[in-house]
């Protein structure tokens, strides 16, 4: 069995890869500004409020922040993607589960569109 920290680890050698394309995410990563969060099974509810948590805390801290490429990553293990339907079906299902908890504390912001087909969406 993998454990948390040598998933973490596999993604950071990920992003170092010279194929890997994102130089924000290389740069966040130099800098000390990659925050990796490792969950469960993506299809699973019982890790939500610690993500929302993990997403939180990366916002106060970037928030507070001078510094520039802040990136944020949640990385689910389980369960293997066979096709870009599943990978959709999990992704929206923890989307709109992390958006209800979000809702119990905060006032959903106006100053966006609230679903993927509106032009100025945002999560």
């Given at each position: 069995?993998?454990?948390?920290?040598?998933?973490?680890?596999?993604?950071?050698?990920?992003?170092?890869?010279?194929?890997?394309?994102?130089?924000?995410?290389?740069?966040?990563?130099?800098?000390?500004?990659?925050?990796?969060?490792?969950?469960?099974?993506?299809?699973?509810?019982?890790?939500?409020?610690?993500?929302?948590?993990?997403?939180?805390?990366?916002?106060?801290?970037?928030?507070?922040?001078?510094?520039?490429?802040?990136?944020?990553?949640?990385?689910?293990?389980?369960?293997?993607?066979?096709?870009e339907q599943m990978f959709s079906q999990f992704f929206w299902s923890r989307l709109q589960a992390l958006s209800d908890l979000d809702a119990v504390d905060y006032e959903y912001d106006h100053r966006v569109d609230p679903g993927?087909?509106?032009?100025?969406?945002?999560?």
């Amino acid at each position: 069995m993998t454990t948390d920290f040598e998933i973490k680890e596999d993604w950071l050698a990920h992003i170092e890869n010279t194929e890997f394309p994102c130089v924000a995410a290389k740069a966040a990563l130099v800098k000390e500004q990659l925050n990796v969060m490792v969950a469960g099974h993506m299809a699973c509810p019982k890790d939500d409020r610690a993500i929302l948590d993990f997403i939180y805390n990366f916002t106060d801290n970037y928030c507070k922040s001078d510094k520039m490429f802040h990136s944020a990553v949640v990385i689910f293990p389980q369960p293997e993607i066979y096709s870009e339907q599943m990978f959709s079906q999990f992704f929206w299902s923890r989307l709109q589960a992390l958006s209800d908890l979000d809702a119990v504390d905060y006032e959903y912001d106006h100053r966006v569109d609230p679903g993927p087909a509106f032009r100025k969406f945002q999560f």
